[in-house]
């Protein structure tokens, strides 16, 4: 019997592309204390340029979908980098928080254009039916390769230049994606009926259907868990660890700051969800996704909680960063693999656009809602404590999901 071959040039493609978006992307979190430290800023106002940012994304990543199923998969890419390359050019420049706020917008809309909702779909119509699941999955572990260097990347750059000069580095840096375009050549892998529905036909039955509204309820805590880990957790590592450990476990370790420590716990959680989402990937061909998935949220909310009920030193940093690293973005290749099963693959890139929308909303909420009540209360505890509660509401969210195919439902 032959077998399909796994490592196609678009997966290849797909992979730089995301490895570079996701490198650049996990790396704000570095640029809270030293943008607020400049101009004298509460956190909040840092901390809602990234969750505007977040919500750009969210909102552009259907739009990019359709964009790229009715005009070309490389165009909407190319669009993309040139979007997030300026919105980092002119942030460089910004010296209000309402400029950061708003240039943000930009920068979100480029993630969507060189993001997840684009690339995996243009990998999941390239990927047979044999391989797609461990095909997402590996696509989506090039993201966390991403984020393994992103956030040491901009430590390094941020030790010898003002933070300036390295969002202008980073502008030119995301337009390399380009390089890769030539490998994305994705065949419509679709069925004849697919290819004959219009994508309002599919969109209507999708959005009548209570599984894609428990989907899209359900990756509300991804995204909350993700955006505030993300944009708050080296700040938070680096103001507590501080007062904990300065000198013993870190050095012991090779880390001589505990900034150094904040951004070596976001490599963490990248290099143990290489593993993880790759294991995801594989786990979806063969077990049911939407138990996958409720499993996921629930380890994570259990690992949430474990790590704010005990007190944090660097060694319980590590622990943490390396279990939630594991779940991280385990949820998307189950997640768009859900979709492409339960509603095809014409439409899947827009499908999946308004499903990352709810991720995204929740990215918004967690990194706004870090800045607000950090500044109200002087913790992140009552944002950490939203993120078990929404985590828990998840698990529960996927269990009612029919997982079959709309055309055999309607059968019926």
Known sequence: MSHARLFTPVLIGGCIILLINFALRASFGMFQIPIASEFGWPRAEFSLAIAIQNLAWGIGQ???????????????????????????????????????????????????????????????????????????????????????????????????????????????????????????????MASKHELEESMGAVLT???KDPSFILIFVGFFSCGYQLGF??????????????????????????????????????????????????????????????????????????????FILTPMTPATVLLFSLSMGALWLATVPLTSGLVAHIYGLRYMGTLYGFVFLSHQIGSFMGVWLGGKLYDLYGSYTIVWWIGVGVGAFSAIAHLPVREKPMAMVAAE
């Open 205 to 207: 039955r999708a959005f």
């Open 62 to 188: 259907p739009i990019f979908g359709a964009f790229a199923e009715k005009f070309g998969d490389r165009r909407a890419i190319i669009l993309g980098a040139l979007l997030y390359s300026a919105g980092l050019m002119l942030s460089s420049l910004a010296v209000t928080p309402l400029q950061h706020q708003m240039l943000e917008i930009l920068v979100g809309f480029g993630i969507a254009g060189t993001g997840f909702g684009v690339i995996l779909a243009v990998v999941g119509r390239a990927s047979s039916n044999e391989n797609r699941s461990l095909a997402l999955g590996i696509a989506t572990a090039a993201g966390s390769a991403g984020q393994v260097f992103g956030a040491p990347l901009a430590q390094g750059l941020l030790a010898h230049f003002p933070w300036q000069s390295v969002f202008m580095i980073f502008s030119g840096i995301i337009l390399l994606t380009l390089f890769a375009l030539p490998m994305l050549r994705a065949p419509a």
């Open 229 to 306: 880990i993300t944009a708050h957790f080296p700040a938070f590592v680096t103001e507590m660890c501080g007062a904990i450990d300065p000198t013993g476990m870190l050095a012991s370790l090779g880390i001589s700051t505990t900034s150094a420590l904040g951004a070596i716990a976001i490599s963490v959680i990248g290099l143990a969800n290489i593993a993880g989402t790759i294991t995801a990937g594989w786990l979806g061909k063969r077990y049911t996704k939407k138990y996958l998935l409720a499993g996921i949220y629930l380890a994570r909310t259990l690992v949430s909680a474990a």
